[in-house]
């Protein structure tokens, strides 16, 4: 076989003038070569590059791979605004690659999270060479998981991810003056290291102090409720019928967006398009088959999957037959590989969500009980105060926060134990029971404030009485009167699990998951500038006339 051979900093003028660069893989001989794409903001020679997308494993597969730094970024021209550019940078990049000395016209786009996003923007800019996309554990929805979730702030990423890409920021603005970026770059650093020990604790979360101190471009919330326009330049929800491509989608369980790739997957079938989804046990940052406390086998880990390869190998392989010499995709068909936790097996559906799955409500009931029989008496409600000043500690769950938190299912005691969590608990189970779909949580519930947030978290208890979390939400409420029950539901997303004979399904409902959320101050205030907390007092009710449960999708067992 031919050397593959690599160019470095390949320029590509944008239409108003800026020079972006990327790094250019050919395979040997002559061509021509279908292409994938990449735009990131991380750095296009980034180790993360070689996991996500092996350049070199894709040139011998005969692809020719376009890695691009996004604007404003590293080896590329212009002033780095998360979001604004994308999807005309990316109309330009794609008909840019498309005619490089080689390249056979027609293009696709690989990559994870944000540049999981810069495919779907440049997909929506509708350049013609561009013929299928391959996004990764991406969002929908800004609003669904990257700027907020029911209402709160996603404060866990917001607040390294935006001094992280700051770092690349300084050096730009400093350039010219070494002292001045040494010393800002070490008060970044400090604020960077110093987010579990207090940083995150900064007020208000909704003007995060220390962006404001570094004067950094941030992930987006408080400029997106200034300029709703503007927060449309990454949002897919909504526009997915302007996307006429296939689509090859990844998630993960336990990934902060991991409700986004199942929508755009099931926004993308509706429209009738060809789309491919498969989801695993993983987290945002890792593929691998242990995540947080669990190990769920070797056949999770995505080099692996199950004897299928390496997922990168199957997503060649669909390329091939999206932009390649391959045998052509379906239009209207759809694969869908998901991971049903619990037994640790990789299943095929054709569809999601799953026909098959039927919603079965478990009731939140008196002394810590969860039954499928909703309460035929009166029973009193359960109480407990909320002080924002003392939240309940993130533990677990579909996060990407600063690396003393660890994502995935994890050991709830400490959380469990706490005075402002309630935990509702069923009998051991006398046989399997599968939970594959969404999951929501309804709660009739009262505050004396003016607002609060409720959380849900749904646990699978084991043998030994050891309580890992499955899944989560959080909703913010403004209460019409304090004090009044109001009905409450709580989005906690999808999953795929089977709750094992013996083990126990368990619902735990507070008012806080701190720093993945930010806390509510309990006040009203808006959140931009929100400094002054006050306790409140919480009530959920679980009575004949206000019942609050569980709704789980249950497969029935073949």
């Known amino acids: ?26 395979p040997g001989g002559t061509g021509p070569w279908p292409v994938l794409l990449s735009r990131l903001p991380y750095g296009k020679q980034t180790p993360m ?3 996500l997308l092996d350049p070199l494993a894709a040139a011998r597969r005969g ?10 970024r590293f080896a590329s021209e212009g002033e780095w605004e998360p979001w604004t550019y994308e999807e005309s940078d990316g109309y330009d990049t794609v008909r840019w690659a498309a005619a490089l000395p080689g390249a056979s016209g027609s293009v696709g786009m690989i990559g994870a999270s944000y540049f999981g996003n810069t495919q779907w923007m440049a997909a929506l800019s509708k350049p013609p060479e561009l013929k299928a996309i391959a996004p990764m554990v991406t969002w929908s929805d800004p609003d669904d998981g990257l700027w907020t979730r029911g209402g709160a702030i996603e404060l866990g990423i917001t607040a390294p991810w935006t001094l992280m890409m700051g770092a690349d920021a300084l050096m730009r603005r400093h350039s010219t003056d070494p002292a001045a970026l040494v010393g800002s770059l070490g008060k970044l650093v400090q604020d960077l290291d110093g987010l579990a020990d207090g940083g995150y604790g900064e007020l208000p979360a909704g003007r995060f102090p220390a962006f404001v101190r570094h004067d950094l471009p941030e992930l987006g919330y408080e400029r997106s409720r200034r300029e709703p326009e503007w927060a449309r330049s990454c949002t897919v929800a909504g526009r997915h019928d302007e996307v006429d491509l296939p689509t090859f989608q990844v998630g993960g369980w336990y990934d902060i967006f991991a409700q986004g790739t199942l929508d755009n997957f099931t926004a993308m079938r509706r429209a009738g398009r060809s789309a491919t989804l498969v989801m695993g046990p993983w987290s945002h940052a890792s593929q691998q088959h242990v995540v947080g406390d669990v190990n769920f086998g070797f056949a999770a880990n995505s080099a692996f999957m199950g004897m299928r390869g390496r997922l990168h190998d199957l997503q060649l392989d669909w390329y091939q037959g999206t932009i390649g010499d391959g045998e052509a995709l379906e239009p209207d068909t759809g694969k869908v590989l998901l991971f049903v936790m619990g037994v640790n097996q990789w299943r095929e559906e054709t569809e999601w969500p799953l026909s098959r799955a039927v919603d079965t409500h478990f009731h939140l009931r008196a002394d810590g009980c969860l039954t499928p029989e909703p309460p035929s008496t009166a029973e009193e409600p359960d109480e407990f105060t909320y002080d924002p000043m003392n939240p309940v500690p993130t533990t677990g769950g579909a996060l990407l926060l600063s690396d003393e938190f660890r994502p995935g299912p994890l050991d709830q005691t400490a959380v469990e134990g706490r005075e402002d969590v309630l935990a509702f608990t069923t009998e051991p189970l006398a046989e399997d029971v599968e939970v594959t779909g969404r999951v929501r949580a309804v709660l009739f519930a009262a505050t004396d404030g003016p607002s609060t947030d409720w959380v849900a978290r749904l646990c699978d208890v084991d043998e030994n009485g050891v309580s890992r979390n499955v ?60 400094t002054t907390a006050r306790v409140a007092r919480q009530q959920v009710f679980h009575d004949s006339t206000r019942p609050s449960r569980i709704v789980l999708p249950v497969v029935p067992p073949a």
Not at 1 to 26: S, W
Not at 63 to 72: A, E, K
Not at 492 to 504: A, D, E, N, P, Y
């Open 1 to 26: 076989m031919a050397e593959i051979q690599i160019e470095f900093d390949v320029p590509a003028e944008m239409r108003d003038g800026t020079v972006l660069r990327a790094d250019v893989y050919r």
């Open 49 to 51: 590059i070689g996991v």
């Open 63 to 72: 692809f020719m791979v376009v890695v691009q730094d996004t604007r404003g």
């Open 471 to 530: 899944s989560d939400g959080i909703v913010r409420v403004r209460a019409a009167t304090p004090g009044e029950a109001a009905e409450h539901v709580v989005d906690l997303w999808s999953t795929s699990i089977v709750f094992r004979t013996g083990h126990r399904i368990r619902v735990q409902v507070t008012s806080s998951n701190f720093p993945r959320w930010d806390r509510n101050l309990n006040t009203g205030e808006p959140e931009e500038n929100a």
